[in-house]
């Protein structure tokens, strides 16, 4: 095999189609921080039926949904006259055309076929499942994060590869003579790797793109978990090549299929060769698929305008008693509402459940750092959590032998015996982890901020900016984070806080009361035009999301605002039982009474929904939305444009920061609901967690990422509207538009079809709807949307 020294034009070609090719593949986090992710994040610079042209082509999975789920809601009535005429006319089509296409599922496409695919139609063999196989038992060991009892040698993917490989019998048992000397052969390092298999498969630079596309897909959760790394070195200015090695491992595959296949099989690799080369191009079916889905998209946009036309509760004079400013995640929505209508002198905020501070936390006893803050963010803030330190000391020495312990339980040669002695006496940990709490949002002791002054100073201005709360303070306010109680669950940290990275919201609140009750920060602050009146006072609390029970963290509250925190217990106590009784009205089996027992109940597939249903993100006051019931199902972030700056500054972070994570949500959901074998993690029931990084769903298989159906479907139904994230903001057009000019990223997500955008009118309802670069009445005849361009 040839090895080049220097790297030739055609080699370098090869390499970009290989970059280019990774940022197709969306990342996939690991399960201690799960982080919702767009599946379709390497597709948001096209539109969607461009992008579902080209993943049917390589085998990535579905972007609209099933035309029987379209059929389904035609039959309930959700769907329309008017939803069908509007995503007929944006593709040439008549809503005819759409109600026969509704009632018949297309052939599914098979995808272009890589070497591996050619190799088992004419041997016979299933070459994909082997490479599936052994692949995944490779990488399982390599990226495995504490899981295994004998941890892997410290090597980066492709050395670690080689070494698996030339020591592996069973491609030359399965009909693969020599694939094991070929790998010791191999070059060291994955560059003169891949420039050699791509040199003797002679592939083109036109096919390149596609080809490396499809070796990735077939790769699933393993290609996705290696581009998470890769994303989060380049958020953070470094690089990783695992994604670049890992496909290298993959092509090891093909050429050596290729090399045992004959002629033949290199004649048929010629014509799969010609067709990656070919560009993505919808046919008549996709079209029909993307118009049904542009249907259900004006349905969802039809009932959120009716929602928001019914009118607005009137909204208080003066600074309100209370306030109590929640995360924007929908399952707020519901506990806002109630603790509203129980005492009308509360005003809820919505605001990213970060709140502003995104950190490196050190729990108490803990030697593992925890990055509490988007995954677009890096953390920049260091903290952690008080403690003596001799008992953090000893704490931590008890941690590591929790730890030792654990491992040793999972260790294949103690398995049985474990099991043999311990088994009588560990059901008792059971049937207390029962009756007692999960493993939720456990809260820390109070953390500590790590700032100098001027920082504390500035970052509690910005974030106050941020919250369009610089001035109408209540005497006590509560910055509640949120978490979710929930046990025996791989994908506890789906249902924590996306905003804090996976982990409970209860540390960035407490950092957050903290830095706004310390004197000197008020006063640089009200040097900067934000005075907060001496006798305000803040305090921080945690929603669990799975019982609507709020924990406040009120110790060293003045005597003085005794009667304010009675105040808000009360409000908090009457809200509850009603935020309680809507969502048990929603889940199988549910009762308001055991809401809080679904948690912490071991065989409980669905604790609570999550942001299942995710529907909305509205930019407002909110007096423009409050008495209107959401459902569930709205984002709300509280935005007052009248004091944003005159560069519109607030509402470019709005729309760049949560406005992105909230459509991260709601396309995660989307893609597990509408291709679940791409983009879901399969059943829970079969669930066996792999190396602390995810999930296979059974004993073998690919890696799976995304949510489990449980988390979407309730079993007869979908749970999930899989529509397009309407995002919907109060403040002038020109001033939305000069964001979006300055943002083209952002930008592309309402120009490519992504997510929908609209002003809100002044009566706070639906107003025009941007398209394409100008703003237009949302009922006018429809022109040709972004999935018909």
């Known amino acids: 095999m040839n090895m080049p020294r220097t790297w030739s034009g055609p080699a370098l070609e090869t390499f970009a189609a290989a970059g280019a090719a990774i940022g197709q593949i969306p990342p996939a986090f690991p399960l201690e921080a799960t982080a919702a992710v767009n599946p379709w994040l390497g597709q948001t610079g096209e539109s969607r039926l461009a992008a579902a042209a080209r993943l049917r082509r390589v085998g990535g999975g579905r972007v609209f949904l099933p035309r029987a789920e379209a059929a389904a809601m035609l039959d309930s009535g959700l769907l329309t006259d008017a939803d069908l005429a509007a995503g007929a006319a944006a593709h040439g089509l008549s809503p005819e055309d759409l109600r026969r296409a509704a009632r018949t599922e297309p052939a599914p496409a098979a995808p272009l076929p890589s070497i591996a695919d050619l190799a088992a139609a004419d041997s016979g063999i299933d070459w994909p499942g082997l490479i599936e196989d052994r692949i995944g038992l490779w990488a399982a060991a390599h990226f495995d994060r504490g899981q295994a009892f004998w941890p892997a040698p410290e090597q980066t993917a492709w050395p670690s590869w080689r070494a698996f490989a030339s020591r592996d019998l069973t491609p030359g048992i399965a009909g693969l003579p020599g694939f094991a000397a070929r790998l010791a052969d191999a070059p060291a390092a994955s560059r003169p790797a891949l420039a050699a298999y791509c040199e003797t498969l002679d592939l083109s630079a036109e096919a390149a793109p596609a080809y490396f596309h499809r070796l990735l897909v077939t790769l699933s959760g393993w290609a996705q978990y290696a581009r998470h790394l890769g994303f989060i070195a380049e958020r953070d200015g470094t690089e990783d090549t695992t994604a670049f090695d890992l496909l290298t491992v993959r092509l090891s595959w093909e050429v050596a299929l290729l090399e045992a296949g004959g002629a033949a099989r290199r004649a048929a690799w010629a014509q799969a060769q010609a067709a990656f080369a070919e560009p993505a191009a919808p046919d008549a079916d996709l079209i029909l698929d993307a118009a049904l889905q542009q249907a259900v998209d004006a349905a969802a946009e039809r009932q959120l305008a009716g929602t928001l036309s019914e009118p607005a509760a009137e909204a208080g004079a003066g600074a309100p008693p209370l306030q109590a400013a929640f995360c924007i995640d929908t399952r707020s929505e519901v506990l806002r509402r109630a603790i509203e209508a129980a005492d009308g002198g509360v005003q809820t905020i919505g605001f990213a459940g970060f709140f502003g501070l995104p950190v490196r936390h050190h729990g108490f006893a803990s030697d593992i750092e925890e990055a509490r803050a988007p995954v677009l963010l890096t953390p920049s803030v260091d903290t952690r959590s008080g403690g003596d330190a001799t008992e953090d000391t000893a704490a931590r020495i008890r941690l590591r032998t929790v730890r030792a312990w654990g491992r040793f339980k999972r260790a294949a040669v103690s398995g049985f015996a474990y099991v043999e002695a311990a088994g009588p006496l560990y059901v008792w940990k059971l049937l207390r982890d029962s009756f007692t709490h999960g493993a939720g949002p456990k ?145 199988p089996r549910g009762t308001a009474e055991g809401l809080a027992a679904r948690g912490r109940t071991w065989s409980e597939v669905r604790p609570e929904w999550g942001l299942a249903g995710c529907r909305a993100f509205i930019a407002a006051p909110r007096n423009r939305t409050r008495g209107r019931n959401l459902g569930g199902r709205v984002f709300l972030h509280d935005y007052s444009w009248r004091r944003d700056d005159e560069d519109a500054g607030t509402l470019e972070q709005i729309l760049a920061a949560p406005v992105v994570v909230a459509s991260w949500i709601a396309l995660q959901y989307h893609g597990s609901s509408v291709a679940p074998e791409a983009f879901g993690a399969g059943n829970k029931l079969l669930h066996n967690v792999v190396g602390g990084i995810g999930v296979l769903e059974g004993n073998g298989g690919g890696l799976r990422t995304g949510l489990p159906w449980q988390s979407v479907h309730d079993g007869s139904a979908l749970r999930h509207l899989p529509a397009r994230l309407i995002v919907a903001v109060d403040a002038p057009e020109p001033m939305i538009a000069k964001v979006l000019a300055r943002r083209p990223d952002v930008a592309a997500l309402f120009d490519n079809g992504w997510l929908t955008l609209c002003a809100l009118d002044k009566a706070g309802g639906l107003g025009r709807r941007w398209d394409r670069g100008r703003w237009r009445a949302r009922d006018a005849a429809a022109s040709p949307l972004p999935d018909a361009a």
């Open 443 to 587: 809260a820390e002791a109070a953390p500590q901020l790590d700032l100098p002054l001027d920082a504390r100073i500035a970052t509690a201005g910005a974030i106050l900016g941020a919250m369009s709360l610089t001035e109408g303070f209540a005497r006590l306010v509560l910055v509640c984070g949120h978490g979710a109680t929930v046990t025996n669950a791989p994908h506890a940290s789906a249902l924590q806080c996306g905003a804090c990275g996976g982990h409970a919201g209860d540390v960035n609140a407490r950092l957050l009361a903290g830095l706004l009750n310390e004197a000197p920060v008020r006063e640089g602050l009200r040097a900067k035009g934000i005075p907060i009146p001496a006798e305000t006072v803040f305090v921080a609390g945690l929603h669990d999301t799975v019982s609507d029970e709020v924990r406040l963290f009120a110790d060293g509250l003045p005597a003085s605002h005794a009667e304010d925190l009675a105040r808000l217990r009360r409000a908090l106590a009457a809200a509850g039982p009603v935020a309680r009784t809507e969502r048990a009205a929603t889940l």
